[in-house]
C-alpha cells in the first residue's frame, strides 16, 4: 500500500485543519487508516485510526471532541478534520495502514510521508 498524506500547515489556536490520506496499491478494502503525530522530541503517538469497511473509528483521548477520522469513499481518501486546535498539537503527522484497528504504530505496516501542523498560540 502506498499512502499519500496531504494538508496541514500554520493555525492559531483555536482554529481548524484539515488532512487528508490517499491509499492506493490494494485490490481489497479489508485495511485500517491511522494517523501519528510526532512532535520534536517525542515518540510517535496514535491520533486516531478507522476501518475502511464498516467505518469503525478509535481516537486518542487527547483529541476526542476535536478530530474526526472519516473516509470519503467517492475520493477514496481518508479525511482528519481537526478542529478546536491547541498548540501541543503542533507535531508533523503522519498516515499509516495496518490490518487491526490498535493504538500501537508497530501494527501500522505501511506509512507515507509526514505533514507538517503548527499551530500557534
Known amino acids: 500500500v502506498q499512502l499519500q498524506a496531504s494538508g496541514g500547515g500554520l493555525v492559531q489556536a483555536g482554529g481548524s485543519l484539515g488532512l487528508s490520506c490517499a491509499p492506493s496499491?490494494?485490490?481489497?478494502?479489508?485495511?485500517?487508516i491511522g494517523w501519528f503525530r510526532q512532535a520534536p522530541g517525542k515518540e510517535r503517538e496514535f491520533v486516531a485510526a478507522?476501518?475502511?469497511?464498516?467505518?469503525?473509528?478509535r481516537y486518542a483521548d487527547s483529541v476526542k471532541g476535536r478530530f474526526t477520522i472519516s473516509r470519503v469513499n467517492a475520493r477514496n481518501t481518508v479525511s482528519l478534520q481537526m478542529n478546536s486546535l491547541k498548540p501541543e498539537d503542533t507535531a508533523i503527522y503522519y498516515c499509516?495502514?495496518?490490518?487491526?484497528?490498535?493504538?500501537?504504530?508497530?501494527?501500522?505496516?505501511?506509512w507515507g510521508q509526514g505533514t507538517q501542523v503548527t499551530v500557534s498560540s
Open positions: 499509516a495502514s495496518g490490518e487491526v484497528l490498535t493504538m500501537m504504530p508497530f501494527d501500522y505496516d505501511h
Open positions: 496499491g490494494r485490490t481489497d478494502n479489508r485495511y485500517i
Open positions: 478507522i476501518a475502511w469497511i464498516g467505518g469503525r473509528t
